[in-house]
């Protein structure tokens, strides 16, 4: 694994030390009123960038609205410092920055794991953790805790593990699309955006599963979203940015998953519905065209080309 960060700007060099200061400041923060010998012996083993950043391909293109995001791994030396309650004033933070305090140009998107976890799945031929060793950056590292050496997984294992996520995730994803029809002929719309939710997350979690044989424990959907944008930008096209109206109904989409079942005042347009429901739609027609080519098989007439 690489350690510079020398074809990146400086600007986003600086950026890169700056998240690496809020992820070890929150999760200190989040450690200090442990009582468990476990959460006093909490470490933070590596943060490492993956993805386009790490690559060199990134994207921002203000105009379009489409911005890559800066895709961290964290590892850390117990599996209970994988909850998300120890990241979530971290999240809340670079979101801050991102979106109000203005001191970071891109999202900050971050996956945590035990070192154990990540070397059982390098041995194992995990596509995506065997990617994030080849090609990720150390953006920190306490000595002495290496990555095992990747092994290769068999291409006829890792096509049957993909075909039978394909098989049980895009037929959840179509049923939740079919049942928020249902709601809203029924007029029911929160619980309509809700199953249109639940659509769009399996969606991801489809396209992810298939693609790198991994998809993190998330019902987060900017985050799910931003993943499988990261390998198939195929899928950009399901959810335009340019217009208000574009970028709120995603926003009431991606608040559905809790506001639409609890909160009395989450609202949502017969207008904004209908479009969310055009784009779940579009978006599982992406997601079966990406899936169907990455398995090798014929994508099927009408469908979007990955």
């Known amino acids: 694994m690489r350690d510079q960060l020398d074809h990146l700007p400086q600007s986003a060099q600086r950026e890169l030390a700056h998240v690496v200061r809020v992820l070890f400041e929150e999760f200190e923060a989040a450690l200090r009123p442990g009582t468990s010998k476990w959460s006093k012996q909490g470490r933070i083993f590596k943060i490492v960038l993956y993805g386009s950043y790490a690559r060199g391909d990134w994207v921002s293109d203000p105009v379009g609205g489409y911005q890559s995001d800066y895709d961290i791994l964290i590892v850390v030396n117990d599996d209970r410092l994988a909850d998300f309650e120890f990241w979530s004033a971290a999240e809340d933070r670079l979101m801050r920055d991102v979106t109000i305090n203005k001191s970071l140009a891109a999202p900050v998107s971050f996956i945590v794991h035990t070192l154990t976890d990540i070397n059982a799945q390098l041995e194992r031929g995990r596509p995506f953790f065997v990617d994030i060793v080849e090609q990720g950056i150390a953006l920190y590292e306490a000595e002495g805790f290496a990555f095992a050496a990747p092994s290769k997984l068999p291409p006829e294992e890792a096509r049957a593990e993909a075909q039978k996520h394909f098989d049980e995730w895009h037929l959840s994803a179509t049923g939740f699309a079919r049942n928020a029809g249902y709601a809203v002929r029924d007029g029911d719309n929160k619980l309509a955006a809700f199953l249109f939710h639940q659509a769009a997350e399996r969606a991801y979690h489809c396209a992810l599963l298939v693609l790198t044989l991994y998809s993190p424990k998330s019902h987060r959907l900017n985050f799910l979203r931003s993943q499988c944008e990261q390998i198939a930008p195929a899928l950009i096209e399901a959810w335009p940015r340019g217009s ?56 099927p007439s009408g469908a979007h080309d990955a």
């Open 244 to 299: 208000k109206f574009e970028r709120r109904c995603f926003e009431l989409l991606r608040q559905a998953y809790v506001n639409a079942r609890y909160s009395p005042h989450y609202a949502i347009t017969d207008d904004e519905l209908a479009w969310l429901g055009e784009h779940v739609a579009l978006l599982l027609s992406l997601v079966d065209a990406v899936c169907r080519s990455h398995l090798g098989e014929n994508v």
